[in-house]
């Protein structure tokens, strides 16, 4: 088969599963260097493709949109004119979008990988499957990483990171300075610590979040709070608790490639982050930024950081309880004590993973 001109690659949502698709758009750039690249997503995770080397176009799919959203998709996507379709999702929109590109050429995760398994019947190139029998589902970027073999003729890197660009770098260590200038102490001991929803399952308590950060400055180490929208009222009530702590305060960031250039720079100078399961706890590892993650009901070995634990300078922490329910994927806990599986874990244990030596 001869080079392809044009490839689509398709992964809409969410941002974790945006950055573990990086290692496919990757090994398709190095592999096709001559070939136009799209990239069909969401919105509201596009910012992060803003100025990625190689990626010629981006391709927005407007899922608020309804119904009124897969016209506009079309003829966008035939204007593009895709000879080779990559879907990186697996799910009925995702094959939605790869019909509408009208590509010859379908690839995409095993049948069995799909979450809706009829509609990977639009493929004509499926990836051999990863997820073995009898072993259950593995970690996302086992599977990007077998889909980015397939179409890549057995691609060996896994580079994951969204190509920080020097001048975000540089506005990332520019922040990490106003730090410490707001928040005193050993700049070498900075740490970040990314806030989560109270609403989401995955979050951990705001009390704990504010003992957490007590107790790292009273050590005399700078701290970052870092808050997104989902978590802007959080910020505001935890930086009212905390007022006169010295704690540096970044609340409602949105900006993806800033975030990004901010987790760089973190990683450069060798501080971690603390954070639940989200897609910014996984940008943050692809940018090179050692993480110390908050694990609840999730399973760290199917949703981790990558590299996953054991194999990384990553840690994953649960409470120390056995729990019947636990790992789940329930979205609303059923534990007559609520989450316990994150509520139980002590902040003197997030503590202690951030201050152990990377391994």
């Not at 927005?60 to 959203?69: Q, V």
């Not at 000879?83 to 690839?107: E, H, I, P, Y």
């Not at 770098?169 to 707001?182: I, K, M, N, S, T």
């Not at 806990?333 to 902040?347: D, F, I, K, W, Y």
């Amino acid at each position: 088969m001869s080079d392809p001109k044009r490839i689509l690659l398709v992964r809409l949502s969410h941002l974790g599963d945006v950055v573990h698709a990086l290692v496919v758009f990757h090994a398709l750039h190095a592999a096709y260097p001559r070939a136009e690249i799209a990239w069909a997503i969401q919105p509201e995770f596009a910012g992060l493709l803003a100025g990625l080397p190689g990626l010629a176009r981006v391709v927005t799919f407007e899922r608020g949109a309804g119904l009124g959203a897969w016209p506009r998709l079309r003829r966008e996507l035939r204007d593009f004119g895709a000879d080779w379709a990559v879907d990186a999702q697996g799910n009925a929109k995702s094959a939605g979008v790869v019909l509408c590109s009208g590509a010859g050429r379908r690839s995409g995760l095993a049948r069995r990988e799909w979450r809706e398994r009829p509609f990977g019947l639009v493929l004509n190139d499926p990836a051999p499957a990863v997820d073995a029998p009898g072993l259950g589902p593995r970690h996302a970027m086992h599977r990007m990483l077998g889909l980015a073999r397939h179409v890549a003729s057995g691609a060996t890197s896994a580079r994951l990171d969204p190509a920080v660009r020097a001048d975000e770098l540089a506005a990332g260590h520019a922040r990490l300075d106003a730090l410490v200038a707001r928040s005193p102490g050993d700049a070498d001991r900075a740490v970040v610590l990314k806030l989560s929803s109270q609403k989401d399952i995955r979050g951990w308590p705001l009390a704990r979040w504010a003992e957490l950060a007590r107790s790292l400055r009273e050590d005399g180490r700078p701290v970052l709070l870092l808050s997104g929208p989902a978590e802007r009222e959080e910020g505001r009530q935890l930086e009212a608790e905390l007022n006169g702590t010295s704690c540096d305060h970044w609340i409602d960031q949105d900006g993806l490639r800033e975030l990004a250039g901010f987790f760089a720079a973190a990683g450069e100078r060798g501080l971690p982050l603390a954070a639940c399961d989200s897609g910014p706890m996984h940008l943050a590892a692809a940018c090179g930024q050692r993480v110390v993650v908050l694990e609840g009901p999730q399973d760290g070995a199917r949703t981790g950081p990558w590299p996953l634990e054991g194999s990384g300078p990553h840690r994953v922490l649960r409470a120390g309880i056995e729990l019947a329910c636990a790992p789940c994927l329930a979205r609303r806990c059923t534990h007559p004590n609520g989450p316990v599986c994150l509520s139980e874990l002590q902040a003197s244990e997030v503590r202690a993973a951030l201050e152990a030596t990377p391994t």
